[in-house]
């Protein structure tokens, strides 16, 4: 054998069942509060801030290592990703589309819930 394999051992810590599910109906309402709030603006606003001067300095500037880009770009993706994953958690859920038969039932029983029927003898 050239060489000889060295084993390490990570330790990581197990999530809890209540902090690892982010589909919760409160966990839901908590974040869409959190998107209102000024001070959570002020931070996504500074994190996007933070990726355009990464951006900039990834186009204009000029490095001495390949680290140093390396650096940079792993700046860029992950602030960019850090910024979807909070618009997409934030969000408020898309309702899905309805089909044209399923919006015309609808609007025929929106239609005849207003209706006042006269003579209808159903109480009886």
């Known amino acids: 054998m050239w060489f000889k394999p060295k084993y390490r ?3 990581i810590e197990r999530p809890r069942a209540q902090s690892a599910q982010f589909d919760g109906p409160e966990l839901r ?3 869409k509060a959190l998107a209102g709030n000024p001070f959570f603006k002020a931070i996504t606003s ?3 801030t933070q990726r355009y001067a990464l951006e900039s300095r990834l186009k204009e500037a000029r490095f001495d290592k390949i680290e140093d880009v390396s650096f940079v770009q792993s700046g860029v993706f992950w602030t960019g990703w850090l910024e979807r994953e909070i618009a997409r ?3 408020e ?3 899905p589309e309805l089909t044209p038969e399923q919006q015309e039932i609808e609007a025929f029983q929106a239609i005849d819930a207003l209706l006042v029927r006269v003579g209808d003898n159903t109480e009886n």
Do not use: D, M, S, Y
Request: proline content about 7%; overall charge positive.
């Open 9 to 11: 051992i990570v330790e």
């Open 29 to 31: 309402e908590g974040l």
């Open 46 to 48: 500074r994190l996007r």
């Open 89 to 91: 958690l934030t969000a």
């Open 93 to 95: 859920p898309q309702k």
